[in-house]
């Protein structure tokens, strides 16, 4: 068999020529190393072959190595990246890698696997993990549970504190929406920045102190329901990682450390302090998530901040060629960011990584930017929509999803205006924070049908927000209504199962009231002889919940040992249902009304649809995970599931209007041109890109800002100039996505905000070439590729079931739909849990043995 001796062979075999650079980056072994990558510079590349680098030619193990990003697109990027190159080179040279034990993924994903490392723990014993709040499931605890506390805690009303709230904080606070977000974003500040409730002692200012209360209840609240959120999760995995001294990983690699924040620069820098072997990648310049704690001070001051912790001095390795964009469009992207002033006001250096210029690969200096006619939106709109047209037609772009709109927010006007500018030239546009996820034809159907069959949820005359959430379940009913009237058996269905959980409601009343008046405590042990002679007078009950008893009864009886079940427990078993919500999901998918959907998935035509099914199994399995999954007879009393899953669930969506989509593998539906939000556009690359805004609204700094930084005695930019900074580091990601072709549009008009570096870049720029001089002969032919994440796929996992069924390896591979958990197998993972704990115990002692 041939072997790899070095990696030029390497190189070679996989038809990489790296830059002397990138060679460099891929190259070097130890010691702590800082790579500047600039946008186009081939990182993802860079990373994957250094960590061929270090299994192939440093004698590095797999599971030595740690490997973490910030989104799930690029983690699943390197995943599949890594285990296609590894796969290539089995099979050339014959020798087996396994690479299944590396870390590689989110920080968060990351962080929930260090919880579980056995490494961590004293003799190998699995730890006892907490539950997870995620966005959804944090929002809920705070607006349901914790604003209660804290009223009693601070003795106000709920006027009254969300009233002292706004004055603290300086902001407008119109609810308990409002309410609950004002305080997740101080929670989660808290918590990033490593600042606990005694830090808050000898704070001058009364209501920084209150927040000081707060912030200690909320944690106190958290261990009392055994819970953390996502700021927490990173506490709790540095906890578990300080906890041992001896060496977990080799090589520890993050990648866009531009947006790291406190709390995860202490984790990197713990995990890789025996070694000193870190290895960050970014970009400050691409630094976009300071409202999600993101410090770009900590990739800026990466060489000082190491050097303090680890007494290390740090490789800078510069990867600056952009291999992504024409000249123009990487000059015109330069000459857009320069023209902020980043000096510092000492003039002392900047507030950005000095000495780095961004050089263009392709050197192709024919016109790649273009701007239209100064205008209003509709004018605007028109002149780019009939180039957009121009293009798709020509076939210079494979596709129309190769042709991006990037908006600094898809609420704004111009996005309808655009949209109907589009539509009116027979094109189609696929917006997923254009509106509210609920408000899609599938979510409408689905949770119509839902709210046939579970009862429709009471909405006790609130007016507000409430009343315009159930005009929403008023169109979700019609649109079921529609389709129940077009189809008789799911008509039948629906009817059936309506008709089911009524029964097993009314039994459950029955079975509880008899149990009220005999003066039973529903939560004394279940005696089977006693209650059998019991509820065998009962003529009321129907007759497949008379038979549960009976079975439930002589089971007890039977078991040996004894089991002891109190007789609540009995009684809500008995009158369960045998589907939990993504079975009723998937049984109602499987009638006429959506076979659309999934023929033009399978057809490859048209994906939207299906791709809007996969998300509600999502949703559903969340409100599974934080309620229960179990569907009894007490659920349906007083609709008090429809209640939970509408009035709270759904509702809680419905107001934050979905947190910022990350585009899924970069999945876009076919034929349809998507409109992006700047920040979901991150990590991703179109031939053509058109800017949909040139500006936004200028905002004050955050109270909460403020006090972080008078309480952790923190510097960095000065908190006047962080709104330009991160409005030119925004567009600047916009621009810096384009590959043959940008389009900035011109605009001008009253209440139209545009930002000072385009009004000089573009409006008062006489040498930036006019969209109307376009020709569409000088737009090169986008390339031939798959923007799609590349996957791999094993025998078991995907050919065999690919097998089995087309549809469902397209549905649970593909799209990523939630499988219903009727499904997974309790007892195989009780076993398998069983053999995974025998197996660390003997690893454990065989180690203390040595």
Same mark, same amino acid.
Request: hydrophobic share 35%.
């Given at each position: 068999?041939?072997?790899?001796?070095?990696?030029?062979?390497?190189?070679?075999?996989?038809?990489?020529?790296?830059?002397?650079?990138?060679?460099?980056?891929?190259?070097?072994?130890?010691?702590?190393?800082?790579?500047?990558?600039?946008?186009?510079?081939?990182?993802?590349?860079?990373?994957?072959?250094?960590?061929?680098?270090?299994?192939?030619?440093?004698?590095?193990?797999?599971?030595?190595?740690?490997? %973490?990003?910030?989104?799930?697109?690029?983690?699943?990027?390197? /995943?599949?990246?890594?285990?296609?190159?590894?796969?290539?080179?089995?099979? @050339?040279?014959?020798?087996?890698?396994?690479?299944?034990?590396?870390?590689?993924?989110?920080?968060?994903?990351?962080?929930?696997?260090?919880?579980?490392?056995?490494?961590?723990?004293?003799?190998?014993?699995?730890?006892?993990?907490?539950?997870?709040?995620?966005?959804?499931?944090?929002?809920?605890?705070?607006?349901?549970?914790?604003?209660?506390?804290?009223?009693?805690?601070?003795?106000?009303?709920?006027?009254?504190? *969300?009233?002292?709230?706004?004055?603290?904080?300086?902001?407008?606070?119109?609810?308990?929406?409002?309410?609950?977000?004002?305080?997740?974003?101080?929670?989660?500040?808290?918590? &990033? &920045?490593?600042?606990?409730?005694?830090?808050?002692?000898?704070?001058?200012?009364?209501?920084?102190?209150?927040?000081?209360?707060?912030?200690d209840l909320y944690v106190k609240e958290l261990k009392v329901n055994n819970s953390v959120?996502?700021?927490?999760?990173?506490?709790? %995995?540095?906890?578990?990682?300080?906890?041992?001294?001896?060496?977990?990983? /080799? @090589?520890?690699?993050?990648?866009?450390?531009?947006?790291?924040?406190?709390?995860? !620069?202490?984790?990197?820098?713990?995990?890789?302090?025996?070694?000193?072997?870190?290895?960050?990648?970014?970009?400050?310049?691409?630094?976009?998530?300071?409202?999600?704690?993101?410090?770009?001070?900590?990739? $800026?001051?990466?060489?000082?901040?190491?050097?303090? +912790?680890?007494?290390?001095?740090?490789?800078?390795? /510069?990867?600056?060629?952009?291999?992504?964009?024409?000249?123009?469009?990487?000059?015109?992207?330069?000459?857009?960011?320069?023209?902020?002033?980043?000096?510092?006001?000492?003039?002392?250096?900047? +507030?950005?990584?000095?000495?780095?210029?961004?050089?263009?690969?392709?050197?192709?200096?024919?016109?790649?930017?273009?701007?239209?006619?100064?205008?209003?939106? &509709?004018?605007?709109?028109?002149?780019?929509?009939?180039?957009?047209? !121009?293009?798709?037609?020509?076939?210079?772009?494979?596709?129309?999803?190769?042709? %991006?709109?990037?908006?600094?927010?898809?609420?704004?006007?111009?996005?309808?205006?655009?949209?109907?500018?589009?539509?009116?030239?027979?094109?189609?546009?696929?917006?997923?924070?254009?509106? *509210?996820?609920? !408000?899609?034809?599938?979510?409408?159907?689905?949770?119509?049908?839902?709210?046939?069959?579970?009862?429709?949820?009471?909405?006790?005359?609130?007016?507000?927000?409430?009343?315009?959430?159930?005009?929403?379940?008023?169109?979700?009913?019609?649109?079921?209504?529609?389709? $129940?009237?077009?189809?008789?058996?799911?008509?039948? @269905?629906?009817?059936?199962?309506?008709?089911?959980?009524?029964?097993?409601?009314?039994?459950?009343?029955?079975?509880?009231?008899?149990?009220?008046?005999?003066?039973?405590?529903?939560?004394?042990?279940?005696?089977?002889?006693?209650?059998?002679?019991?509820?065998?007078?009962?003529?009321?009950?129907?007759?497949?919940?008379?038979?549960?008893?009976?079975?439930?009864?002589?089971?007890?009886?039977?078991?040996?040992?004894?089991?002891?079940?109190?007789?609540?427990? $009995?009684?809500?078993?008995?009158?369960?249902?045998?589907?939990?919500?993504?079975?009723?999901?998937?049984?109602?998918?499987?009638?006429k009304a959506f076979n659309k959907s999934f023929q033009t998935a399978q057809d490859g035509?048209?994906?939207?649809?299906?791709?809007?099914?996969?998300?509600?199994?999502?949703?559903?399995?969340?409100?599974?995970?934080?309620?229960?999954?179990?569907?009894?007879?007490?659920?349906?009393?007083?609709?008090?599931?429809?209640?939970?899953? +509408?009035?709270?669930?759904?509702?809680?969506?419905?107001?934050?209007?979905?947190?910022?989509?990350?585009?899924?593998?970069?999945?876009?539906?076919?034929?349809?041109?998507?409109?992006?939000?700047?920040?979901?556009?991150?990590?991703?690359?179109?031939?053509?890109?058109?800017?949909?805004?040139?500006?936004?609204?200028?905002?004050?700094?955050?109270?909460? !800002?403020?006090?972080?930084?008078?309480?952790?005695?923190?510097?960095?930019?000065?908190?006047?100039?962080?709104?330009?900074?991160?409005?030119?580091?925004?567009?600047?990601?916009?621009?810096?996505?384009?590959?043959?072709?940008?389009?900035?549009?011109?605009?001008?008009?009253?209440?139209?905000?545009?930002?000072?570096?385009?009004?000089?870049?573009?409006?008062?720029?006489?040498?930036?070439?006019?969209?109307?001089?376009?020709?569409?002969?000088?737009?090169?032919?986008?390339?031939?590729?798959?923007?799609?994440?590349?996957?791999?796929?094993?025998?078991?996992?995907?050919?065999?079931? +690919?097998?089995?069924?087309?549809?469902?390896?397209?549905?649970?591979?593909? @799209?990523?739909?939630?499988?219903?958990?009727?499904?997974?197998?309790?007892?195989?993972?009780?076993?398998?849990?069983?053999i995974e704990d025998l197996h660390n115990f003997l690893i454990s002692k065989r180690k203390?043995?040595?």
């Amino acid at each position: 068999m041939p072997t790899l001796n070095n990696m030029d062979d390497v190189y070679q075999h996989f038809n990489f020529n790296p830059s002397t650079q990138q060679r460099e980056a891929i190259e070097s072994s130890d010691g702590p190393i800082y790579i500047v990558a600039g946008p186009g510079a081939g990182k993802t590349r860079v990373l994957l072959f250094r960590i061929i680098f270090l299994i192939l030619f440093m004698g590095c193990r797999p599971e030595k190595i740690f490997v %973490a990003t910030f989104s799930n697109k690029a983690a699943k990027e390197l /995943d599949y990246g890594i285990k296609s190159l590894f796969t290539e080179i089995s099979m @050339y040279t014959g020798d087996n890698y396994d690479i299944t034990g590396m870390y590689i993924g989110t920080v968060h994903s990351s962080c929930r696997k260090l919880l579980t490392d056995r490494s961590f723990s004293r003799n190998r014993r699995r730890h006892k993990l907490p539950k997870f709040l995620d966005e959804l499931g944090q929002y809920l605890f705070i607006k349901d549970r914790f604003i209660k506390k804290c009223l009693k805690k601070l003795n106000m009303t709920e006027s009254n504190f *969300r009233e002292w709230l706004a004055v603290s904080l300086e902001k407008q606070l119109y609810n308990k929406h409002d309410v609950t977000i004002a305080l997740i974003e101080m929670f989660n500040r808290f918590t &990033e &920045e490593c600042i606990d409730s005694s830090s808050f002692v000898e704070v001058e200012e009364n209501d920084v102190k209150q927040f000081g209360i707060l912030y200690d209840l909320y944690v106190k609240e958290l261990k009392v329901n055994n819970s953390v959120d996502y700021a927490f999760l990173q506490q709790a %995995a540095l906890k578990n990682v300080n906890s041992s001294d001896s060496p977990r990983f /080799d @090589y520890v690699i993050i990648d866009e450390y531009q947006d790291t924040n406190l709390i995860q !620069e202490k984790l990197f820098f713990s995990l890789s302090k025996n070694t000193g072997n870190i290895c960050v990648v970014g970009d400050d310049d691409q630094a976009l998530y300071r409202f999600r704690g993101g410090s770009v001070d900590c990739f $800026v001051e990466f060489p000082t901040r190491i050097n303090q +912790y680890l007494k290390l001095i740090p490789k800078r390795i /510069d990867l600056i060629d952009n291999y992504r964009s024409k000249k123009q469009i990487v000059e015109f992207c330069r000459a857009y960011f320069e023209l902020t002033n980043w000096s510092k006001e000492d003039g002392q250096g900047e +507030y950005r990584i000095e000495n780095k210029e961004i050089k263009a690969y392709n050197q192709d200096s024919s016109p790649a930017v273009f701007k239209t006619q100064l205008g209003n939106y &509709e004018t605007v709109a028109t002149e780019i929509a009939n180039t957009v047209k !121009e293009i798709v037609d020509s076939g210079k772009v494979n596709n129309p999803n190769e042709i %991006a709109f990037l908006f600094p927010s898809l609420k704004g006007k111009f996005v309808q205006v655009m949209k109907a500018a589009l539509e009116a030239v027979g094109l189609q546009v696929y917006a997923p924070r254009a509106g *509210r996820f609920l !408000e899609c034809w599938e979510a409408k159907a689905i949770f119509g049908l839902f709210a046939l069959i579970l009862g429709i949820p009471l909405q006790n005359g609130y007016k507000g927000r409430f009343e315009k959430f159930h005009n929403w379940i008023g169109e979700c009913l019609t649109e079921a209504n529609k389709l $129940v009237a077009r189809d008789p058996s799911l008509k039948h @269905y629906v009817e059936d199962m309506s008709i089911d959980l009524k029964i097993r409601s009314k039994d459950y009343q029955i079975l509880m009231q008899l149990m009220k008046e005999r003066g039973i405590n529903v939560n004394e042990p279940y005696i089977p002889s006693r209650m059998s002679e019991l509820l065998s007078s009962l003529k009321d009950i129907s007759e497949s919940t008379k038979k549960a008893l009976i079975k439930s009864s002589k089971f007890l009886e039977n078991k040996n040992p004894p089991q002891e079940k109190n007789i609540n427990y $009995v009684i809500s078993s008995v009158t369960a249902t045998d589907w939990n919500l993504l079975d009723l999901f998937y049984r109602l998918v499987g009638f006429k009304a959506f076979n659309k959907s999934f023929q033009t998935a399978q057809d490859g035509t048209d994906n939207e649809s299906i791709i809007n099914l996969a998300r509600i199994t999502l949703y559903l399995s969340s409100f599974m995970d934080n309620t229960k999954s179990i569907v009894t007879g007490a659920d349906f009393f007083n609709n008090r599931l429809s209640n939970t899953l +509408y009035n709270s669930f759904l509702y809680g969506l419905f107001l934050l209007e979905e947190s910022e989509v990350e585009v899924k593998d970069g999945l876009f539906p076919l034929g349809r041109i998507p409109f992006l939000t700047i920040h979901q556009s991150k990590g991703l690359e179109f031939p053509v890109v058109i800017l949909g805004g040139t500006g936004k609204k200028k905002r004050s700094p955050s109270r909460i !800002e403020s006090i972080v930084r008078n309480i952790s005695n923190k510097n960095g930019e000065p908190l006047e100039k962080i709104f330009k900074y991160d409005l030119t580091r925004m567009f600047y990601v916009a621009l810096s996505r384009a590959e043959n072709l940008l389009i900035i549009p011109n605009f001008s008009g009253r209440g139209i905000v545009v930002d000072d570096n385009f009004k000089e870049l573009v409006r008062q720029n006489n040498e930036l070439t006019f969209l109307h001089e376009f020709k569409i002969a000088s737009l090169p032919l986008a390339k031939v590729s798959n923007k799609n994440i590349p996957r791999i796929y094993s025998y078991t996992s995907d050919f065999l079931l +690919y097998q089995q069924c087309p549809r469902y390896f397209m549905l649970y591979r593909e @799209y990523g739909f939630v499988p219903s958990r009727s499904q997974t197998i309790l007892f195989g993972s009780i076993v398998h849990r069983t053999i995974e704990d025998l197996h660390n115990f003997l690893i454990s002692k065989r180690k203390n043995f040595n």
